[in-house]
């Protein structure tokens, strides 16, 4: 089945610095990438997602790049705010696995002031 | 719904009860998922429901859980016998099928003493 690593664990930036976190998959049937955020307590909130067919998506500060041929995708913050502060999880899926979504094991994001 | 609604939000049980888990998704999605949320740890698949079709019950941990959905509706999942493992969050998640992410609920905080 799939397997999605996610690198690094933790990451502090300063305030208006950029931010990347970068994730690597396992099944090349993998053809959807959501990322979400979750604040302390709070549920998952979707952020940004890409799909198969595109290589790079971006919305406003937040952009997603995909490399298919190498299983990986990353997320880019950049001119981050200390409301970034969260732990971002990626995630991947197949359209023939029915949506099911596998998550990796998250970034805990720092912006300090 | 306007939301994925779960209840109860908190749940504080005796080891070796059984606890029931409420999920109601957002009307008119289709697909309907639970995960387990360890503190401070990402989230891990438990099962999925697409309509009437058989479940995909490979991330279950044991056999100690189940879950069921009636139609497109809602869903109970059940974890007997608790140990104290099984603490976690438990959030449920309920998307269209091929539209892509999912909307996630706030969860049901499980603590087994």
Redesign the interface.
Known sequence: GENVEQHPSTLSVQEGDSAVIKCTYSDSASNYFPWYKQELGKRPQLIIDIRSNVGEKKDQRIAVTLNKTAKHFSLHITETQPEDSAVYFCAASAYNQGGKLIFGQGTELSVKP | GAGVSQSPSNKVTEKGKDVELRCDPISGHT?L?W?RQRLG?????LI?F?GN?AP?K?GLPSDRFSAERTGESVSTLTIQRTQQEDSAVY?CAS?L??A????????TRLTVV
Do not use: N
């Open positions: 697909a998922y995960y740890q990402g989230l891990e698949f999925y697409q079709s995909d490979s959030l998307s099928v091929g892509g992410g999912y909307t996630f609920g706030s969860g």
